[in-house]
């Protein structure tokens, strides 16, 4: 029997949702009880996923968790508000490393760089009995944050960073429209998430003109499409349409299985 376990930004619910969708070999779900798991729990009812939620302190020890052969999953999902002070992002994800490290025999760490303050975090807990993963390119380079991992890596980030003719395009996935008023504030752009008038005119400074809708295959967010045109309109932004995908997010899980398992 095997646990596996994710600490995961909410930014990545949908990647979430979309591996626990395609591997039969998970048999056992638990999401951990707290006030950030109500978007992922909502995609997994709504994707049929039968899972169990349990406050951490219930959690049962690893020799409970399923029989022989059989795969265990706990997710613990963090608040987005974190990405605020990226000093307080560090020791709450090594905090809950640690803690779920008591649980389960691998984990992996839905975060990039962000604000690099997680890109020793391997190295960090390299002697603790549980394997302690993070979203990595295939060159072994953390991912420098969720837009970076559903774009393949810091390469196509880039090509896509420059790819404008210097205009400044604003990036946006399912989730990031989402939440894109939070974002702003933990980002530090504006303290009121519906003061437009800042925010545009910090995009106004910072040369933003254009809006990407990011398309990653996964629709777990139905009004992804009127959420993006109603950002566009309210900083009048062009939309420009992006590919993206989820293949570098599930290698980075295959190989913590591999790590694991063998």
């Known amino acids: ?39 992922l729990t909502g995609k997994l009812d709504a994707a049929g996923c039968t899972y169990e939620l349990l406050p951490l302190f219930s959690i049962p020890p690893k020799s409970e968790n399923g029989g022989e052969g059989e795969m265990t999953l706990i997710i613990h999902m963090l608040e987005l508000a974190l990405h605020a002070s990226p000093d307080n992002l ?43 993963r ?16 559903v774009l393949g890596g810091r390469a196509a980030y880039l090509k896509k960073l420059t790819g404008s003719g210097g205009v400044g395009t604003f990036f946006m996935t399912p989730m990031w429209a989402a939440h894109w008023r939070e974002m702003l ?25 254009n809006v990407a809708r990011m398309d990653t295959g996964l629709h777990y967010e139905k009004d992804f499409d009127s959420m993006v045109e109603e950002f566009a309109q309210l900083f009048d932004f062009n939309i420009i349409e992006m590919s993206a995908s989820p293949v570098l997010i599930e290698k980075c899980y295959r190989r913590l299985c591999t790590d694991v398992i063998g």
């Open 185 to 209: 504030v933990a980002a530090g752009m504006t303290s009121n998430p519906n003061d437009i008038k800042m925010s545009k005119f910090v995009f106004d400074y910072a040369g933003y003109k």
């Open 90 to 132: 560090r020791k709450v994800v090594y905090d809950k490393t640690e803690e779920l490290s008591g649980y389960a025999d691998g984990i992996l760490l839905f975060y990039g760089l962000c604000g690099n303050v997680l890109g020793k975090v391997e190295e960090d807990f390299r002697s603790n009995s549980c394997t302690v």
């Open 134 to 149: 993070i979203l990595k390119e295939e060159n072994g380079d953390v991912v420098d944050d969720c837009i970076g991992a």
């Open 1 to 39: 029997m095997t646990v596996l376990s994710f600490i995961a930004c909410r930014m990545f619910e949908d990647e979430i949702v979309h591996i626990i969708e395609n591997d039969q070999d998970i048999r056992r779900i638990i999401v951990v009880d707290n006030e950030d798991r109500g978007g």
